[in-house]
């Protein structure tokens, strides 16, 4: 029972402000998430885990120029957040949100089968869910159930709005999304966070365990993997590119062809955050944990050989 209060409680401030942002405006919302979290977000412990992923990614990178990108990531992070309360009107039809490429999401809905949309955590990720359902593709979007069960089902409702159909697979979930594709449904997932018990690939030139779902379930399922991406532009406005399909090989190695169809899908992302680092979620531990450990080890030697500053 004490659980229970403390999730509502939770819930009725989660509301709160989500019907505080809703009141402000997108613009001004944006805005206040943005000030917030660049305001906030250098001063916690995570800024820590942001300083070394950019040092891992761009390890040529002045040390000037890494702390003028933590601080903008931040600032849109923030913002990200905050436009959640307001993602009916970042829409197509709402006029902040221009396609390229529109015309492969149309193909894949008049094919009638299922495909794998894949992408990275970019810019205002969720803007790409409203573009897919613009375009009319039958499409089941993967996330993260939230901790609290009634936060969980605000942020589906929110969600609802623009027509996302959620979907929260237990364990990898690839039985319930392999349902999915049987039906026709295609499905629409974030590839690169960590994850554990995935095949190791490169990321920055650095190994990382990705997942290998999008990969098995093309295969299996003959789809398309149709990448896409979001840019964030001036004045809360995004440019959402559905990108040339990425090829699995097939051969009588299907562990090697699904490895290369998660090195494929990793490389577009990486591609894309080269182009946009700051549009980027840097806050979270995307290699293993021996990566940063050798990162802290060449941190140490370097100021040994320089000595006190």
């Not at 789809?223 to 840019?231: G, N, Y």
């Amino acid at each position: 029972m004490r659980q229970d209060l403390i999730w509502r409680l939770q819930a009725v401030a989660f509301q709160a402000l989500f019907s505080f942002l809703r009141l402000l405006g997108v613009e001004r919302a944006s805005g206040l998430g943005g000030w917030l979290l660049r305001t906030l977000g250098p001063k916690t412990g995570t800024q820590k885990t942001v300083m070394r992923n950019l040092r891992i990614a761009f390890p040529d990178m002045t040390d000037a120029r890494r702390e003028a990108l933590a601080l903008e990531q931040w600032d849109r992070t923030g913002r990200t957040f905050a436009e959640l309360a307001v993602m009916d009107q970042l829409t197509p039809e709402g006029g902040r949100v221009e396609v390229v490429g529109m015309e492969r999401l149309h193909a894949l809905r008049d094919s009638g089968k299922a495909a794998v949309l894949i992408s990275g955590h970019l810019a205002n990720f969720e803007v790409m869910a409203a573009v897919i359902m613009a375009s009319g593709l039958p499409c089941q979007v993967t996330y993260r159930a939230a901790n609290n069960p009634y936060v969980d089902a605000l942020i589906r409702q929110s969600r609802e709005r623009y027509g996302i159909r959620l979907f929260a697979p237990k364990g990898d979930g690839t039985r319930e999304l392999m349902a999915g594709m049987k039906r026709g449904d295609s499905i629409a997932l974030l590839v690169d966070q960590k994850y554990n018990q995935g095949p190791e690939v490169e990321f920055f030139g650095q190994p990382v365990n990705a997942s290998p779902g999008a990969a098995r379930l093309a295969l299996k399922f003959g789809a398309v993997i149709q990448p896409l991406s979001v840019v964030r532009l001036p004045g809360v406005r995004f440019r959402v590119t559905a990108h040339e399909p990425i090829m699995i090989p097939e051969t009588a190695d299907k562990a090697a062809d699904v490895l290369a169809g998660v090195q494929a899908v990793n490389r577009f992302v990486e591609d894309r955050v080269r182009e946009v680092p700051e549009d980027w979620f840097w806050v979270h531990r995307r290699w293993p944990d021996r990566v940063y450990a050798a990162l802290g080890d060449r941190l140490e030697s370097a100021a040994r050989r320089n000595g006190p500053a």
